[in-house]
Nanobody
Framework: VQLQASGGGLVQAGGSLRLSCAAS????????MGWFRQAPGKEREFVAA????????SYADSVEGRFTISRNNAKNTVYLQMNNLKPEDTADYFC?????????????????WGQGTQVTVSS
């Protein structure tokens, strides 16, 4: 099982980025997916989650209304559209595959992890 995240970069405050995470077909279509982030010196924290069929989503309070998680099961890809970025959004962003169809917000609910993609927001 492999997860490959991409799309990170350097952006000014107020800007937008779209992260993508390509997953191996074997684990994607029936699994909930999530995005987490980890800033230097801080613990990994939940950002967003999406149910296996896209029928339900959940967001951290800090990104609600600014970030949107979506998925395309035909392409085995999950996305994180990030708008109105703030310097405090600076972190390494990780995609994760849940143990079941809905992963929610805890890291222990996710069995599969990709490498991080770095997002830096300048003020």
């Amino acid at each position: 099982v492999q997860l490959q995240a991409s799309g990170g970069g350097l952006v000014q405050a107020g800007g937008s980025l779209r992260l993508s995470c390509a997953a191996s077909r074997r684990m994607f279509s029936n699994n909930g997916m999530g995005w987490f982030r980890q800033a230097p010196g801080k613990e990994r924290e939940f950002v967003a989650a999406i149910m296996w069929n896209g029928g339900r989503t959940s967001y951290a309070d800090s990104v609600e209304g600014r970030f949107t998680i979506s998925r395309n099961n035909a392409k085995n890809t999950v996305y994180l559209q990030m708008n109105n970025l703030k310097p405090e959004d600076t972190a390494d962003y990780f995609c994760a595959g849940a143990r079941g169809g809905w992963g929610q917000c805890e890291t222990f609910q996710y069995d599969y992890w990709g490498q991080g993609t770095q997002v830096t927001v300048s003020s």
